[in-house]
């Protein structure tokens, strides 16, 4: 029941002990209540025995408040405020929605709300988040009070590829400063023994959801990979999860599957549309090598066109069908033999042997044999050592052209030994400078013209020069030891047909420089100097 001290409204029912009253309070300025206002405020309230006459009368006094009794029968209509639960068709959210109290009817504790939802089965409202919106709601509004777990799907099982598997097109390499570098494309996939190349990754767990009444939603699972493409030349591990590569080569994908190909060939030539090559095997160019190009291979490699001013570098034989064009660009670097119908204006340097029909103006450097044959058999300009022999059928130019032939000697050991002998003669001649500028201070000393300064200079001096004749006494030892390494006076040079004059020839510790020219003859060092023989 109201107490009389809380009457605020200007229109309103109150419950007394002796009966229902109403109040009605016209504040200064505002319109006065009118009687259907009245009549409306008692249907609502449901009140019974009401003395209409005597209600007419006291409406229509003019007065500023207004306190009537209309019945002694306290009974009246009331409505508590009240709350409904609605749950989603797929039961993942629940909702609550507030009804307003009616006549002053009791409101809804957050113990009452809860009751409501638990009783619906709800298991997963959240109690503060329900007290917040009963401090705050508003009637006749849906709002969220519980809400399930969506579940989380496993994921699918995959397959890894730890290369590009996609059909690669020309890509130039952008460097690190920028710029772009189409002769490093990318273009091809290799490998080497023991390289993973696929990792099947299986299909992970996801987690089980729940809704509202916390029934269990089971999580969809993840798909297992599809099988490991295994192909030519790769295995599988032990636990079936990774395609390893069985041998060095290229990896190559054919009827959707991996297979590794010890051997590259280029069908074309190797330029811009294939970039530099670098394989861990043999390599076949079926065209041409272009100028500026690389072609580097643990294996042989094969060029059945041209080679330009282009680097070829293996392990292996390097073998040409239609020789090397260099313009003094082309670098043949072979640990094996090298093979070509000619050689021109490139460096050569082989392992083993070199043969070919002719080679001009080149640097030749070969631990084995150099061997000219065919059709011409010739060796023009240039400098060639064979670490054996050398065999050709003409030497030499009838223009004098400067040719130099040594044999005898492992070319790497020899240049070794030059190196040795040019740095001790560089050091010979900084010694014979002290020496100079040491005998000019002595005598100066012997005349008493030495100052403290030049006194200093010849200590330094002194210092210097005893330095440099240990280093020097050392380094006569590494070049008398790399002298007893030399193969002295074994090697021999060859003509079938001539020798042409300007032509010199080293052999062992000998030289000879042709003057006239020399016929079907072999040359070697008898010991003293290089003698003449019959081919």
Not at 69 to 92: F, P, Y
Request: aromatic share 4%; charged share 25%; hydrophobic share 35%.
């Amino acid at each position: 029941m109201e107490n009389d001290n809380m009457i605020k409204n200007t229109l309103d029912i109150l419950v007394k002990e002796d009966g229902v009253y109403l109040y009605i309070r016209h504040p200064d300025g505002s319109p006065r209540v009118s009687r259907m206002e009245v009549l409306a405020l008692i249907e609502s309230y449901g009140i019974a025995d009401v003395d209409f006459v005597a209600l007419n009368e006291s409406l229509k006094q003019e007065t500023p408040e207004l306190l009537l009794k209309l019945s002694s029968n306290t009974h009246i209509v009331q409505v508590n405020e009240s709350a409904a639960l609605e749950v989603s068709a797929d039961r993942m959210e629940a909702y609550i929605t507030f009804s307003a109290p009616v006549n002053k009817g009791e409101l809804m504790t957050l113990n009452d709300v809860m009751k409501v939802i638990t009783s619906a089965g709800v298991v997963t409202a959240d109690t503060e988040k329900v007290d917040s919106i009963l401090r705050n709601k508003r009637y006749e509004r849906k709002y969220l009070v519980a809400e399930g777990t969506q579940p989380t799907p496993g994921e699918d099982g995959s397959l890894q590829y730890h290369f590009d598997n996609s059909n690669l097109r020309p890509k130039p390499k952008i460097m690190d400063d920028g710029t772009v570098n189409f002769r490093q494309l990318g273009l091809l996939r290799l490998c080497n023994r023991g390289d993973v190349l696929v990792t099947s990754i299986p299909p992970k767990e996801g987690k089980d959801g729940s809704d509202v009444y916390g029934r269990v939603i089971p999580h969809p699972k993840g798909r297992p990979p599809i099988p490991i493409p295994k192909g030519k030349n790769t295995i599988i591990s032990e636990d079936g999860l990774h395609l390893i590569a069985d041998v060095n080569g290229q990896l190559v994908i054919a009827d959707r599957r991996i297979n590794i190909s010890p051997s590259l060939e280029i069908r074309g030539n190797v330029d811009n549309s294939t970039g530099d090559i670098e394989f861990n095997g043999e390599v076949t160019v079926s065209g041409n090598v272009i100028t500026g190009f690389t072609v580097k291979a643990t294996g042989d490699i094969e060029v059945r066109g041209v080679c330009e001013g282009a680097r070829l570098i293996t392990d292996g034989n390097i073998i040409l069908g239609n020789g090397a064009q260099g313009a003094d660009k082309a670098e043949l670097i072979a640990k094996g033999d090298i093979t070509a119908k000619f050689i021109e204006s490139c460096k050569a340097t082989a392992g083993g042997n070199i043969m070919a029909d002719s080679i001009r103006n080149c640097i030749v450097k070969c631990d084995g044999d150099v061997i000219l044959s065919g059709k011409n058999g010739l060796l023009v300009g240039g400098s060639v050592i064979a670490g054996n022999k050398l065999s050709a059928i003409t030497i030499g130019s009838p223009m004098g052209t400067a040719t130099e032939v040594e044999a005898g000697n492992n070319p790497q050991q020899l240049t070794n030994y030059r190196k040795l002998n040019e740095e001790y003669n560089k050091q010979k001649k900084d010694f014979e400078k002290f020496d100079l500028t040491i005998n000019a201070l002595n005598d100066l000393k012997k005349k008493g013209q030495l100052n403290e300064d030049k006194k200093n200079m010849l200590l330094k001096l002194l210092n210097m020069k005893m330095t440099l004749r240990d280093k020097m006494s050392k380094l006569q030892d590494e070049i008398d030891s790399a002298q007893r390494n030399l193969t002295i006076n074994a090697g021999t040079v060859s003509a079938k047909k001539i020798i042409r004059p300007g032509v010199r020839v080293t052999i062992g510790s000998s030289q000879l420089t042709v003057r006239d020219e020399l016929s079907n003859c072999t040359l070697r060092n008898n010991g003293a100097k290089i003698s003449v023989g019959p081919y």
